[in-house]
């Protein structure tokens, strides 16, 4: 399964998010050769962190997507992170809400693909090799 993480941030997050991210693909770079079912091959992942005014939301700018294309086997996903959370936490923190991105994706994308995507296992990998345990992520919080 091959995960791409890329991100929308605004300038005052983008580094901590960029090394963060940086972190996690690495990471999940193991998983490229593991099999979690037929229906997907890859997902792309893209927390939006900015700081978005009424006007922006109005104007439908950083609006979150979860799109799941059978035919292709490929998915992306653009969920946001709060923006003041992200910004007044500490390292660990802001590594929590990213994690926490991630797994809504992967949860999300289990309801949709229910043919043959074994959803649960790649989420308990993910979480193995970010060293997060599942009650931890399930406590964050992202909106």
Do not use: C, H, W
């Not at 099999?35 to 006007?55: F, M």
């Not at 490929?74 to 946001?80: F, H, K, N, P, T």
């Not at 936490?89 to 990213?98: A, C, E, Q, W």
Request: charged letters at 35%; aromatic letters at 10%.
């Amino acid at each position: 399964m091959e995960i791409f993480l890329s991100g929308e941030t605004d300038m005052e997050v983008a580094e901590q998010f960029r090394e963060i991210r940086n972190e996690f693909e690495a990471k999940l770079e193991s998983l490229k050769d593991k099999n979690y079912g037929s229906e997907l091959q890859s997902i792309g992942i893209t927390p939006i962190v900015v700081n978005l005014s009424p006007e922006y939301e109005e104007s439908g700018f950083f609006k979150e997507r979860k799109l799941f294309k059978k035919k292709e086997k490929d998915a992306g996903y653009r969920l946001r992170i709060n923006f003041e959370k992200f910004v007044s936490g500490d390292y660990n923190i802001k590594r929590l809400l990213l994690a926490k991105n991630i797994i809504d994706s992967i949860r999300s994308l289990g309801t949709k693909a229910k043919k043959d995507f074994d959803a649960i296992s790649l989420e308990k990998d993910i979480l193995y090799l970010l060293d997060i345990g599942v009650e931890t992520i399930n406590k964050v919080d992202i909106k």
